[in-house]
């Protein structure tokens, strides 16, 4: 969570190291303290005793003016000739055998490494052994024990006496009564232990320690309670944890002098140049573990870590921290401000800050109103014992460390905070690889990991893991991200992330130190990310980031695989079996509250959307989006492609094999040869289907179909089916559809009639659309769906073709009547139900009612009630509504009567009548469709068995076979027999063509072949 690591990690890491300091200034004293002999076992005899000082030690074993003030000096028995202490003291007098009581002590203790450890007491009870080399063995220090230790270098520096009270020590203890016993290197005391110094005050009841000289180390440490350790950093310190110190150069100590001393509590004035120290022996490796029974407590101002136990270990070198101990120094970097992120997934930048590091300048601090970690004291305290031990065998905690620490309590009790970060959590264990810099934080249970930031939510799992130096954070178990998005979100909803195996989390790194600046988190196992409404599912999730001017964590790239699932909480969804891909920019808008913008997305294996009654397949599906001014996401392109298939509202549907859509305006391109799109009962198909929704158009380029199926249900519905091969577009608005390139239309109701129509391009005009339709409701693809004919006009653009229209009627499923209609162009009329030819043309009338009865009965293309043979040159209207017709220019009428079969033969200028009775349907007359009438005018011929008139106008009854002729005003019709050779003249005639009776009006003289 929000810089967790350093800030609240840190604090446990740097409490853990201050802890283990107290410690090594134990050691340092035990070590110091120690006159360099040999354990009880070694050989009886003393070595030889130095020379005797003034006030020094007789050979009767009893010291020499005793009660007198004096000064003993002790050499090195492994040198000689270096002086390795020395005790200067008030008062001294024998209490016992071998034991004195020494007042006001005062000891000094050279190391080799130049440092000095200055002790002193109001009183001492020593047991000082041997026949010459008397060294106090052990004894009693007791009020106002001070010890004083002084680096190598405040040595080094001196030109004249060691003045302690002068001098600033690098470390003092002060303690009431201390117990030591060089035989056994021990040191203890059961009262209240304190210890201070530039970066450490340290506090602890009941203190025992023991050394080996021979393994140099120690063996064993203990405080019994009530331990305070406060560790306040150096000033400028770039890492608390990485700090080192360097070895100090060895100085020499002061050499053996003949004299009191020169001062209260000081040190002899060193003399001639000591005997170089040999070179020094490879360091000795120690492993050391602290345990530090609780309740543990580890605290800065605002900060605080509780505990039952810790545990640390760590690797000496030459009794010292490894160099590198605590991971490589690295300097500061900046802290970067949370950002909140996409609705779906806001919580992944606030684990950039689970390995954020303060800033480096006070000027940002102040800046940002926060104050740099470690530069308040830690403070760690504990109830219990503390105790450390040596280890044979580097730890399996020590595997890849140095140093390690670990803080364990009980389920549920271990739990850190900080309050200037708002931020807490808990967990039953927290491990800390020091030299690595990782933290783990661990529970038994499955949610017994959680920290919270309140800002930002919270993670809850049973182990974390994160690299403080390389920038990885991983839970390698379930967990779940909680409660993200603060105020971005409605109240009634809360955004959160799950997963079931593991989850991994890389940040930026900078200087060795991970900045908090996310750039990649990923999840695996049944992930579920939600804002309490959107959701997103899948096998595994991986969101990328980088820095932008709006935030140091933007999303840029979201990846979703293994049966991915997206829901808007709006009815809405998108699944993929394979892959859902979505890209991101920074916001297009400067007031936006959100960070950044979805601008594309793939998805990959079959893909369904789904929103209501919509949905879209496909196996790849491609969509550039945006954000709209309501702050929703929405869909600007679409990019479909194999085996796409579409549903809608009105049951709308559609497949191709690619789909290029431009949502806001509504256009949609299907490409494929098994391309369409309809609704309900239309469909369309071709090999590239346009479609505008806005200007609500279709058109196809290139061979299409269009086609409609009534459902079985239906009653008085036709079938319709058109094909082209050139193009076709529909205007909904405007009504006007137009196909061109050999088109063929049908419409066909079952069992009753069919119409077809062929030519090389129809032009229809429909009602146009209505104004609720206009503005956006219904579809544009059910062209025709109850709209009303207003026109058609069907033309051939190639030589030596005609347009052919074809209509035929069905009465228990035989063919009862044919018309069929050919002609350059054909135009219909669909509010006068008019059918116009404007050039020469064809009509072709078939009835074939009574098919079963007359001549040719049982034959294919049998007569019943007769046939009709129509030409022009000029042109034809043909009234539906009246069954009515009127053809112009050159007319030719071949007519094979309904009762003998006969064939009439009529030619004229122009001719006129009708199909049926006006009574017909009054009547229940079925024959409805077949030549009924005829008015011939202009040339008028006509011929029928064997028999000829010429006449200027002439009436045809077709249902009776009677012919009326007539002659114009002063003109006269001619009639010739062909059988008899005979011609008459008259001013009319009626012709019975049934019976062969002609009745003549004044007719003239009868003309006969000569």
């Known amino acids: 969570m929000a810089r967790l690591s350093t800030q609240t990690l840190g604090l446990a890491a740097a409490g853990g190291v201050a802890i283990a300091l107290g410690a090594i200034v134990l050691f340092f004293i035990v070590q110091g303290a120690g006159p360099g002999s040999p354990s009880r076992d070694r050989d009886d005899e003393d070595p030889p005793a130095p020379a005797l000082v003034p006030g020094g030690l007789r050979g009767d074993d009893a010291p020499a003016a005793a009660g007198r003030a004096g000064v003993l000096q002790f050499m090195d028995r492994d040198d000689p000739e270096r002086l390795q202490s020395e005790l200067v003291y008030d008062t001294i007098e024998p209490t016992g055998v071998q034991r004195y009581a020494v007042g006001q002590p005062r000891a000094w203790i050279y190391q080799r490494d130049g440092s000095a450890v200055h002790v002193r007491a109001d009183r001492g009870d020593f047991v000082m052994v041997g026949q010459q080399d008397r060294r106090p063995e052990a004894g009693v220090l007791a009020g106002g024990v001070l010890i004083r230790a002084y680096d190598p270098e405040t040595i080094r520096e001196l030109t004249g006496t060691i003045d302690p009270d002068t001098l600033a020590p690098a470390l003092t203890a002060r303690v009431d009564r201390l117990e030591f016993d060089f035989t056994v290197n021990e040191i203890a005391t059961d009262d209240r232990l304190e210890i201070t110094s530039a970066e450490l005050d340290f506090a602890g009841t009941g203190v025992r320690a023991l050394y080996s000289e021979t393994r140099e180390r120690i063996e064993r440490l203990e405080i019994q309670r009530d331990g305070r350790l406060v560790y306040t950093p150096p000033t400028g310190a770039g890492d608390a944890l990485a700090s080192e110190s360097p070895a100090p150069t060895p100085a020499p100590a002061p050499d053996r002098v003949a004299g009191g001393p020169s001062g209260e509590g000081a040190a002899p004035r060193p003399g001639e140049p000591a005997t170089p120290f040999p070179a020094p022996s490879v360091p000795r490796e120690q492993f050391y573990s602290v345990d530090v029974a609780g309740p543990v407590r580890i605290e800065q101002p605002g900060r605080r870590i509780d505990a039952d136990r810790l545990e640390l270990w760590a690797r000496l070198v030459g009794n010292r921290l490894a160099p590198g101990a605590f991971g490589e120094r690295a300097a500061r970097v900046p802290t970067p401000s949370f950002t909140p992120q996409l609705p779906v997934l806001p919580m992944l930048s606030a684990l950039a800050h689970a390995t954020a590091q303060p800033v480096s300048t006070q000027d940002a601090i102040a800046e940002r109103g926060e104050s740099a970690d470690f530069t308040h004291p830690i403070t760690a305290t504990w109830s219990g014992p503390l105790v450390l031990r040596p280890l044979g065998d580097r730890p399996r905690q020590l595997t890849n460390d140095d140093a390690a620490m670990r803080m364990t309590a009980a389920p549920g009790t271990l739990r850190f905070s900080d309050d200037e970060l708002r931020v807490e959590g808990v967990c039953d264990e927290l491990r800390y690889a020091a030299t690595r810099r990782e933290l783990v934080l661990i529970s038994a249970v499955a949610e017994g990991v959680d920290v919270r930031a309140q800002e930002a939510g919270r993670i809850v799992t049973s182990r974390l893991e994160a690299g403080l130096s390389t920038g990885l954070a991983r839970v390698p178990v379930a967990g779940e991200l909680r409660g993200l998005g603060g105020t971005r979100l409605p109240e009634d909803a809360e955004a959160a992330i799950s997963w079931r195996e593991h989850a991994d989390f890389t940040f930026d790194t900078e200087?060795?130190?991970?900045?908090?600046?996310?750039?990649?988190?990923?999840?695996?196992?049944?992930?579920?990310?939600?804002?309490?409404?959107?959701?997103?599912?899948?096998?595994?999730?991986?969101?990328?980031?980088?820095?932008?001017?709006?935030?140091?964590?933007?999303?840029?790239?979201?990846?979703?695989?293994?049966?991915?699932?997206?829901?808007?909480?709006?009815?809405?969804?998108?699944?993929?079996?394979?892959?859902?891909?979505?890209?991101?920019?920074?916001?297009?808008?400067?007031?936006?509250?959100?960070?950044?913008?979805?601008?594309?997305?793939?998805?990959?294996?079959?893909?369904?959307?789904?929103?209501?009654?919509?949905?879209?397949?496909?196996?790849?599906?491609?969509?550039?989006?945006?954000?709209?001014?309501?702050?929703?996401?929405?869909?600007?392109?679409?990019?479909?492609?194999?085996?796409?298939?579409?549903?809608?509202?009105?049951?709308?549907?559609?497949?191709?094999?690619?789909?290029?859509?431009?949502?806001?305006?509504?256009?949609?391109?299907?490409?494929?040869?098994?391309?369409?799109?309809?609704?309900?009962?239309?469909?369309?198909?071709?090999?590239?289907?346009?479609?505008?929704?806005?200007?609500?158009?279709?058109?196809?380029?290139?061979?299409?179909?269009?086609?409609?199926?009534?459902?079985?249900?239906?009653?008085?519905?036709?079938?319709?089916?058109?094909?082209?091969?050139?193009?076709?577009?529909?205007?909904?608005?405007?009504?006007?559809?137009?196909?061109?390139?050999?088109?063929?239309?049908?419409?066909?109701?079952?069992?009753?009639?069919?119409?077809?129509?062929?030519?090389?391009?129809?032009?229809?005009?429909?009602?146009?659309?209505?104004?609720?339709?206009?503005?956006?409701?219904?579809?544009?693809?059910?062209?025709?769906?109850?709209?009303?004919?207003?026109?058609?006009?069907?033309?051939?653009?190639?030589?030596?073709?005609?347009?052919?229209?074809?209509?035929?009627?069905?009465?228990?499923?035989?063919?009862?009547?044919?018309?069929?209609?050919?002609?350059?162009?054909?135009?219909?009329?669909?509010?006068?139900?008019?059918?116009?030819?404007?050039?020469?043309?064809?009509?072709?009338?078939?009835?074939?009612?009574?098919?079963?009865?007359?001549?040719?009965?049982?034959?294919?293309?049998?007569?019943?009630?007769?046939?009709?043979?129509?030409?022009?040159?000029?042109?034809?209207?043909?009234?539906?509504?009246?069954?009515?017709?009127?053809?112009?220019?050159?007319?030719?009428?071949?007519?094979?009567?309904?009762?003998?079969g006969e064939i009439t033969d009529l030619e004229c200028e122009r001719l006129t009548g009708r199909l049926r009775d006006d009574d017909a349907e009054a009547t229940g007359d079925d024959s409805a469709g077949r030549l009924r009438e005829a008015i011939a005018t202009g040339a008028v011929y006509l011929r029928s068995g064997g028999r000829e008139v010429v006449a200027d106008e002439l009436f045809y009854d077709a249902d009776t076979g009677n012919a009326r002729a007539a002659a114009a005003t002063g003109n006269r019709l001619t009639m010739f027999d062909g059988s008899a050779g005979t011609a008459v003249t008259a001013e009319g005639l009626t012709w019975d063509l049934t019976t062969g009776r002609i009745d003549l009006r004044r007719p003239g003289p009868i003309t006969t072949p000569r």
Do not use: C, K
Request: charged share 30%.
């Open 511 to 900: 200087n060795g130190n991970a900045t908090g600046v996310l750039r990649e988190a990923m999840f695996n196992g049944d992930v579920r990310a939600t804002d309490g409404r959107a959701e997103i599912r899948g096998g595994f999730l991986r969101a990328q980031f980088e820095s932008s001017e709006r935030s140091d964590t933007a999303l840029r790239r979201l990846v979703v695989r293994e049966n991915a699932v997206a829901t808007d909480g709006r009815g809405g969804s998108l699944r993929a079996r394979e892959l859902v891909d979505v890209a991101f920019d920074d916001p297009r808008s400067p007031d936006t509250r959100e960070p950044f913008d979805p601008t594309n997305l793939l998805a990959r294996g079959e893909v369904r959307v789904e929103r209501g009654e919509q949905s879209l397949d496909a196996d790849l599906l491609e969509a550039q989006l945006f954000r709209d001014d309501t702050g929703s996401v929405e869909i600007d392109q679409v990019f479909a492609q194999g085996d796409v298939r579409i549903t809608g509202d009105d049951g709308v549907r559609g497949a191709a094999e690619r789909l290029i859509a431009r949502v806001p305006v509504q256009q949609a391109e299907l490409i494929g040869d098994d391309a369409f799109v309809g609704v309900r009962d239309t469909r369309i198909e071709g090999g590239a289907i346009q479609l505008d929704g806005l200007a609500r158009t279709v058109e196809i380029i290139g061979a299409g179909r269009f086609l409609r199926t009534p459902p079985e249900t239906s009653e008085g519905a036709q079938e319709i089916e058109a094909t082209w091969l050139g193009r076709m577009f529909f205007d909904d608005l405007a009504g006007l559809l137009e196909a061109s390139g050999d088109v063929e239309a049908r419409a066909e109701l079952a069992g009753v009639s069919r119409d077809t129509i062929a030519a090389d391009r129809v032009r229809v005009l429909l009602t146009p659309a209505e104004a609720d339709r206009a503005s956006g409701e219904g579809s544009a693809f059910d062209a025709g769906e109850g709209r009303g004919l207003r026109s058609f006009v069907a033309t051939s653009e190639t030589p030596g073709e005609r347009v052919r229209v074809e209509s035929r009627g069905y009465d228990a499923g035989r063919v009862r009547r044919i018309l069929y209609l050919e002609g350059e162009q054909v135009e219909g009329d669909g509010v006068l139900d008019t059918l116009d030819v404007p050039g020469p043309g064809r009509l072709f009338i078939r009835d074939l009612q009574d098919a079963d009865s007359g001549p040719g009965a049982g034959a294919s293309g049998g007569i019943a009630r007769g046939d009709a043979l129509f030409d022009w040159d000029g042109g034809m209207t043909f009234d539906r509504g009246a069954d009515t017709f009127d053809l112009r220019r050159r007319v030719r009428l071949t007519h094979r009567r309904a009762g003998d």
